[in-house]
């Protein structure tokens, strides 16, 4: 079983910065072992896919098209925690922020939701123009 829970979210105006955290409470197995993502999602729209990190054995990193080069995803096994940074944050960017965590996935489904088995609770980010 494993809890998420984010933090970091807020209001920012457009091109400023956020730094949204996870930090994971795992039993039985350690958090270097989940593969873990962010989702964002918005009213009446579906969830989509913003950035995923794999296993720390690769820590390979995979990003949705709409951030690719302004987003970065990190992890801190010490710390239980994932990191997303978020850079020249655009009004398209508002979104509740969700952190996702699977023991086992493929590079197809990296992007489902559905692939993911644990879910944090969210945190508002909202980019003013």
């Known amino acids: 079983q494993v809890q998420l829970v984010e933090s970091g979210g807020g209001l920012v105006p457009a091109g400023g910065s956020l730094r949204l955290s996870c930090t994971a409470s795992?039993?039985?197995?350690?958090?270097?072992?989940?593969?873990m993502g962010w989702f964002r999602q918005t009213p009446g729209k579906e969830r989509e896919f913003v950035s995923g990190?794999?296993?720390?054995?690769?820590?390979?990193?995979y990003y949705g098209d709409s951030v690719k080069g302004r987003f970065t995803i990190s992890r801190d096994n010490a710390k239980n925690t994932v990191y997303l940074q978020m850079n020249s944050l655009k009004p398209e960017d508002t979104a509740v922020y969700y952190c996702?965590?699977?023991?086992?996935?493929?590079?197809?489904?990296?992007?489902?939701?559905?692939?993911?088995?644990?879910w944090g609770q969210g945190t508002q980010v909202t980019v003013s123009s």
């Open positions: 996702a965590a699977t023991r086992s996935i493929t590079r197809a489904t990296m992007t489902s939701p559905s692939s993911y088995e644990y």
């Open positions: 795992a039993s039985g197995r350690a958090f270097s072992s989940y593969v």
């Open positions: 990190i794999t296993w720390s054995t690769f820590n390979t990193q």
